[in-house]
C-alpha cells in the first residue's frame, strides 16, 4: 500500500509568498498572457495550502503545490458543466458540496503520454478550496458540513492535491515513503 507523506507540510503550515518572476518559471513554456497571473498583492498567502488561479478567459487553471523545498505547478483545462438543471456536486480536493453550478471538471494531460491520456476531477470552480476548508468565502456555506477539525481537512487536501499531481506525473522528484 502506497502512502503520501508531507514531512514539514502538515498539518496548518502555511503558503509563503511567491514573487511573478519564481510563478513565471514554474511554467516555462507559457506566455505571460497565457498565464493570466492575478495580481499577488492582495492574496492572503497564510490561508492558501497551496496557489491556484484561473485565467481570465475561464478555460485555463494553475496549481502550485509548495512540498518541503520544492514548487509543483501544473497547468489544468476547466470544463463548466452548462446543463439546464444544476445537480449537487462535491469538490474531489475539499470536499465541499454544493447544491449547484460550484465545481468544474479540471483535466490535465498526464506528462509523458504523448498528450493521449488525461485525467480529470471535479475541483471548486475557483481553485479557492483552502479558503473553503476554513469557512472564508461569503458565498453559502457547504450544503453538507463537516465535523472534522481543520488540521485533518487541510492534510487530506494537501494529499488530494499532491495525490492528483502524482497521477500526471508532474511531481518526477517527489519520492512516495512506505
Known sequence: MRVLVFSNRLLG???????????????PGL?????GLPDLQPVDWGVLDYFGWVHPSGHKGFV??????QLFSMSLRRSINHDAKPRTRMCS????????????????????SDD?????????????CSLRIRNLPSDPPTYLPETLDI???IQRL???VLAFMQRANVTGQLIDKI
Open 13 to 27: 503550515r502555511s503558503m509563503e509568498y511567491i514573487g511573478r518572476t519564481e510563478i513565471r518559471k514554474l511554467f
Open 31 to 35: 506566455l505571460s498572457s497565457e498565464l
Open 64 to 69: 502550485i503545490l509548495p512540498t518541503d523545498n
Open 93 to 112: 480536493w475539499c470536499h465541499h458540496v454544493y447544491r449547484s453550478r460550484g465545481t468544474a471538471l479540471f483535466s490535465t494531460t498526464v506528462a509523458g
Open 116 to 128: 493521449r491520456r488525461f485525467i480529470g476531477n471535479h475541483i471548486c470552480s475557483n481553485l479557492d
Open 151 to 153: 488540521g485533518r481537512k
Open 158 to 160: 494537501e494529499t488530494s
